[in-house]
């Protein structure tokens, strides 16, 4: 009798492990679908275009050479008004089963209003499965289909765009932002969600903000700059600079900003002391070994991107949006503030900002 | 039958104790304190862990009046031979019901992130096959068990936690704050017992822990408490500086969600899921075997090393969790069993009983003392 009782228990415990390894969820790889990319134009009067990004499964190391670029990748486009639907039109025109688990990169189009986004993030986040590294971008609806095309640069299943996100040394600004940073961000009261902008040349440089309502606000190319000043992420810039016929290259152009947020005069009061240094690559033959002349072009900077720091914070305050996360630090700080804000709601509020800017220039190279 | 138990050292009760409490139900944690105190969750961590210090003292001290005799004889010898019995079902089926919830929500769990085709009734039952396999063998089995898997588990939760911290945000999100009202923070500090809930396994074990080390079991199973409140502080920061204190209170999983975030660019290992997957299951199979094992030694026939019809109750204790996991409806309903109904009121019973159980073994020596 005890052997059997130990054949029995072996038999439960074999059951039993081989069942933890979940067997209704096995698929073979030729079975799945694994989307790279999902693009959402979004349209106000009709559902919106929905395209899905797959690796075309021919592509192995020996047929790289003779498949186009353009041969890459293959699309599924669906119109539907929720993920959940889209994910089941696309399902429909597939012979695979759809998986998101390795999604790259969510492209939607700047005309998507802020609530819609918060749809959009909440309905992708609600799926354990999904991939929540996957990077965000905003670009024109029009210029969606163009942008997405397989880049010659890349072989799937990497992508042009998720090298680009996460590519650190690539960025001289460093604006690519995860899908759950920008999920967190839309839940986390006092912040104004921010995804980068692409050009409809294929460009970064700018950044979109969500308020509450209403599309996306595009900062410009300026603004965007006083925005990474204030929030430390500028990593490698490049600066132009002239002063009389003279003109000035600076690189490697980084630095940090420190911030104190309060609450003073019903209004929030910052102040931001920005210190950055770069890196003298271009002066008139012979001039930049002068002290003054170094402390000049220090000052003429500094003042420069004070500027672009302020047109930052006034095109915010015009459009009352806190890309900067000032009233989120403050209410980190003050937990009670975010049931009981003190004077009524913070989207309204516009941020009283003190800049300092100070600028330190090396003088590396081999003349002066 | 019985024949004598073969003690256990003093680090395999440690390790027995450090499995007994948080091990099984971390992954729930700190969604449901955050919602309560917010930042001020730091608080009614430092709570419970006290009430835990606190409980675990008095049971070892309770243990040492009681000359160290088995679980059961003691609660007879302190209560009646009928009163005895009868408070440990009661403290044993509480578990059972907190092992339940439990053991549905990391069903559900890993049906949302790892298997969302499988039925969750599967990987509850394959647990639970599992958790009384290792649980209806002796003692001495049990602890090499758990000594030897649940110091890899904690190595690589830690370096999980280490790897998380990469994501971390917002520092300043992760203070603690003290304005937090006292009725929110006794809610919160309520609401965090379930981690530190077993069934008596301090006390149950104390008698069988090998007496020649250099530190007392009761010494021992403080430490083991203080390092798991250590562990969840750790969690706790982490969490509230990687997603801040206003999501995670919708979070279900905000453990496992913030492990999924986390993202290493090498060439062989890219994400953490998969040692996440196998470090929580085994840990919560351990949890559950040194539950049913103890809940079974304190309700079941004389102790002995082999004995089939604790094998039997062993069996049926463990099938009965599982029973209970898959008559859970939702999620949902889950949650409000253990957070509302089941959490409060074992802390209430144990708080109870467990003081009262110490001061009615020192009332009856000290008379037994003062008649001798």
Known sequence: MRWRARLATAAAVLLGLVLLAGCWDQLGISDRATAL??????????????????????????????????QQLYTVAVAADSWASAERAAQRLLDRHLYLGQLQVILWSSNLPAQAVTTLVDAYNRQGITSKVAYLGVARASSLPDLLQA???????????????????????????????????????????????ITTTGALGHIA?????????????????????????????????SRGTAHYALTSVHGHATTHVAWAGGRLSVQAHVVMRGALAQAPYGTAGRPSEIRAIETATARMLLADCQAAVRQANAQ?????????????????????????????????????????????GVTS | MNQPVEPISSGQYFWIIMVSVVAGSVYLWPAYVVRLAGTGAY??????????????????????????????????????????????????????????????????????????????WVTVGAIGVLAVWIAIRSLTVVARNVQFWFPLLLASFVLVLALATGDMRFPVAATPNLGVP?????????????????????????????????????????????????????????????????????????????????????????????????????AIILHLAVHSYVAAWNVGPPVGGYNPRRQYLVAGLGFAIVAGALSVGSVAEAKVWLFQILTPVDLGWTVAVVPATALLAWWRTRRATAHG
């Open chain 1, 37 to 70: 990319m999902v693009s959402v134009a979004w349209h106000p009067s009709r559902r919106s275009d929905w395209t899905f990004y797959f690796p075309n499964p021919t592509v192995t190391v020996n047929s790289q050479s003779q498949i186009k670029s353009t």
């Open chain 1, 151 to 197: 880049s010659p640069q890349e072989v799937v299943p990497r992508l042009k765009w998720q090298h680009i996100f996460s590519c650190g040394p690539c960025e001289a600004i460093h604006l690519s932002e995860t899908f759950w940073h920008v999920w967190d961000d839309v839940h986390t009261p006092g912040m104004s969600p921010v995804v980068p902008y």
């Open chain 1, 209 to 241: 903000v969500y308020g509450r309502q209403g599309p996306a606000v595009i900062f410009t190319r300026r603004q965007t700059l006083g925005w990474a000043l204030l929030t430390s992420r500028v990593t490698r810039e490049v600066l132009s600079l």
């Open chain 1, 320 to 364: 009352h949006v806190d890309p900067f996360g000032y009233a989120r630090t403050l209410l980190f700080e003050h937990p009670q503030w975010v049931d009981h804000p003190p004077g009524g709601g913070w989207s309204s509020v516009p941020s009283h900002v003190a800049f300092t800017v100070s600028f330190n220039l090396t003088t590396p």
């Open chain 2, 43 to 120: 608080a009614s961590l430092l709570v419970a862990t006290g009430v835990a210090a606190g409980i675990t003292l008095l049971q070892a001290a309770w243990m040492r009046r009681m000359a160290y005799r088995p679980y059961a004889a003691a609660m007879k010898a302190t209560w009646s031979p009928w009163l005895g019995p009868v408070l440990t079902w009661v403290t044993m089926l509480l578990m059972l019901a907190l092992d339940a919830a439990v053991l549905y929500l990391y069903g559900e769990l890993l049906q949302t992130f790892f298997y969302p085709a499988t039925p969750s």
């Open chain 2, 182 to 282: 006292m009725a929110s923070l006794a809610r919160a500090s309520v609401a965090t017992w379930f981690l530190y809930a077993n069934p008596c396994t301090t006390a149950a074990l104390m008698p069988h822990v090998r007496r020649t080390g250099r530190w007392r079991a009761g010494t021992v199973a403080l430490a083991a408490i203080a390092l798991e409140g250590l562990i969840l502080f750790s969690i706790l920061y982490t969490a509230l500086a990687t997603l801040g204190p206003a999501v995670i209170p919708d979070m279900t999983w905000p453990i496992i969600y913030m492990f999924s975030l986390i993202h290493i660019s090498s060439f062989f290992v890219q994400d953490v899921g998969m040692l996440v997957l196998i470090t929580w299951t085994i």
